[in-house]
Structure formats: C-alpha cells, structure tokens
C-alpha cells in the first residue's frame, strides 16, 4: 500500500522549534518530489515547501521562507521539515505529498498524490 505517514507535530510556545517527519511506505521516496501542506481551521490547504528528487532545489512559500527548512534522507525514505521562530499563523494540520503530475508550480496541492494523514501544529502566544 502506497502511503505517506507524518510525524512531530505537537503543541508549542511562539518562538519554539519543531521537526515533521514525512516517512513513506510501499514505493521509494527518492522518485518523488515531495512537498509539504498546511491548512488551518476554516482554510484552504496551501502550500508551505517541496523538494525535488535529489534535494537539489527547494520551494518556500513567502510565508515561511527564512524560517523553515525542508531535506530529505532518501535513504531513510524520509523527508522532514524543520521549523524555526514559529508563529500562531503557523497553526495548521500540516500535510506531505508526492508530485505526480508538475503543473508548473511546485507548492500547487494539485500536482500531489498520496498523501498522508497529516500532523497537528499548534503554536500558542
């Protein structure tokens, strides 16, 4: 069965940092460009960062840039996103995904498939 299954999440103070894990089951995560989601209560999912394959290039969504960081372990079929200095706006249920089908842009939700169960994130002022 193919899946994604993510990790980490948990209650935080403003300011904190976290680590999701996005670790895949039943196909190699290495053929696969994955990024991550978010969507907050009464929101769109939208998109926070994506990695290509081979961790060469990376996405951030003006949201975050400069203070998350996404990598991969491929040989641990594992991609994690570190946060830093976050913030309540960061509050969301935070999603991975692999890209199956490239519209052009790398943080559209429409290009992924497979995606996991998600993991909460709360950040509390």
């Known amino acids: 069965q193919v899946q994604l299954v993510e990790s980490g999440g948990a209650v935080v103070q403003y300011g904190d940092s976290l680590r999701l894990s996005c670790a895949a089951s039943?196909?190699?995560?290495?053929?696969?460009?994955i990024g991550w989601f978010r969507q907050a209560p009464g929101k769109e999912r939208e998109g926070v960062s994506s990695i290509t394959r081979s961790g060469t290039d990376t996405y951030y969504a003006d949201s975050v840039k400069g203070r998350f960081t996404i990598s991969r372990d491929n040989a641990k079929n594992t991609v994690y996103l570190d946060m830093n200095d976050l913030k309540p706006e960061d509050t969301a249920v935070y999603y991975c995904a692999a890209l199956t089908v490239f519209t052009g842009d790398y943080l559209n939700s429409g290009s992924y498939d497979f995606w996991g169960q998600g993991t909460q994130v709360t950040v509390s002022s």
């Open positions: 039943g196909f190699t995560l290495a053929s696969y460009t």
